[in-house]
């Protein structure tokens, strides 16, 4: 075999060894293309949608605190914006595609960024009364969402977080004296979930019944609008349990786990005391409810999810300020703070019967 040692072909070797170095320096690979960008999968798109409407509630929220001078107001929009950076953050964050990682919240503004967007237009303010309304949609929203998903865990966060979506809408609007979102205050199970064992709505058909009982027991206490407020709350959870039972198959003698009466911690002898009973009864329910829906199969949480608002909501009312997570969220407690979302509401619900 003949090798050819002339200078020219020792010259071009050398140039394309040269040329290979260099690129391998410069970290460039030639025989291969750039990877293409991640595919987000089903689950990741509705966990980056729930984060992207709540990172966007958060921002509407503070441009509209800071545009207010009504103390009370700005405390109900900021609160709105805390909660709503908590949900991006519980979510996951933001993640963005073109900064290749997730997107900061909430955070402190960059002086020379704020100096080099001198000629960028100030945003439009935010109407109130139209941040009411982006809650109740995006609330609709996270919970359809919940309903659909095969993820357990993310839909009772997503159920959670559509439930703080529609109390803070509601806060809100009785702030800005404005239509208020209906929080389905009559709700009866008509299905049962999918994947729910018996035992755990056996659980459930009690601790219905228990909040029936200790609702009548604040009813026969309390006078005029408590009363009547308490009774219906009463009748409604009793019918409720009664609900569960016959749909689970336990409301045959012998199968009902519910009991004549209950121990139930706490006095009654002050208006105060009976509060603090009703809102722990009914946030018991808020936690039960948020399980559940982690249990339950997709397509069969819905009347879940309306309950647990609706628990939250009855929660509120006899003042257990609802915090970012319902059911989820260990700094739930009971206010008295007149600014708080969960200001004890002394009105009756609309249905609720006349004082004979």
């Known amino acids: 075999m003949r090798i050819d040692r002339s200078p020219g072909t020792r010259t071009r070797r050398a140039a394309v060894v040269l040329a290979c170095l260099l690129l391998a320096a410069c970290g460039v690979r030639v025989e291969t293309p750039p990877p293409?960008?991640?595919t987000p999968g089903p689950l990741e798109q509705v966990r980056q949608a729930a984060a992207v409407?709540?990172?966007s509630l958060a921002e509407d929220a503070g441009r509209a605190a800071s545009d207010t001078l009504d103390e009370r107001r700005f405390a109900v929009l900021e609160r709105i914006r805390l909660d709503a950076e908590e949900h991006v953050e519980v979510l996951?964050?933001?993640y963005s595609l073109e900064e290749g990682g997730l997107v900061e919240t909430g955070a402190e503004e960059d002086p020379d960024e704020v100096d080099a967007a001198d000629d960028v237009p100030e945003p439009e303010p935010v109407d109130p009364a139209d941040l009411v309304v982006r809650l109740v949609n995006e609330a609709t929203a996270a919970r359809g969402a919940a309903d659909?998903?095969?993820?357990?865990g993310l839909a009772r966060l997503l159920t959670v977080v559509a439930t703080a979506r529609l109390l803070a809408a509601d806060a809100l609007a009785r702030d800005l004296e404005v239509e208020r979102p209906g929080l389905a205050r009559e709700v009866l199970p008509t299905t049962l979930p999918q994947g729910v064992a018996t035992q755990d709505l056996a659980r459930l058909v009690v601790a219905e019944d228990q909040a029936a009982f200790a609702l009548e027991l604040v009813a026969a206490r309390s006078q005029?609008?408590?009363r009547r407020r308490a009774r219906a709350a009463a009748e409604r959870h009793r019918a409720t349990s009664d609900a569960w039972a016959r749909l689970a198959g336990l409301a045959e003698p012998g199968l009902d786990p519910r009991e004549v009466s209950y121990a139930l911690g706490g006095a009654l002898e002050t208006e105060e005391s009976r509060a603090d009973l009703a809102a722990r009864v009914e946030h018991a329910l808020v936690v039960s409810y948020a399980a559940l829906v982690a249990?339950?199969?997709p397509g069969s949480r819905a009347e879940l999810a309306a309950l647990h608002t609706l628990a939250a909501e009855s929660a509120r009312r006899w003042g257990l300020a609802p915090g970012a997570l319902p059911g989820l969220?260990?700094?739930d407690a009971l206010t008295d703070d007149p600014?708080?979302?969960g200001t004890p509401d002394p009105s009756p619900p609309d249905d609720a019967p006349s004082d004979d």
């Open 36 to 38: 293409p960008p991640p």
């Open 53 to 55: 409407a709540s990172a």
């Open 92 to 94: 996951g964050g933001v």
């Open 148 to 152: 659909r998903v095969d993820d357990g």
């Open 224 to 226: 005029d609008s408590v």
């Open 295 to 297: 249990l339950a199969e």
């Open 329 to 331: 969220d260990e700094q």
């Open 339 to 341: 600014d708080a979302l």
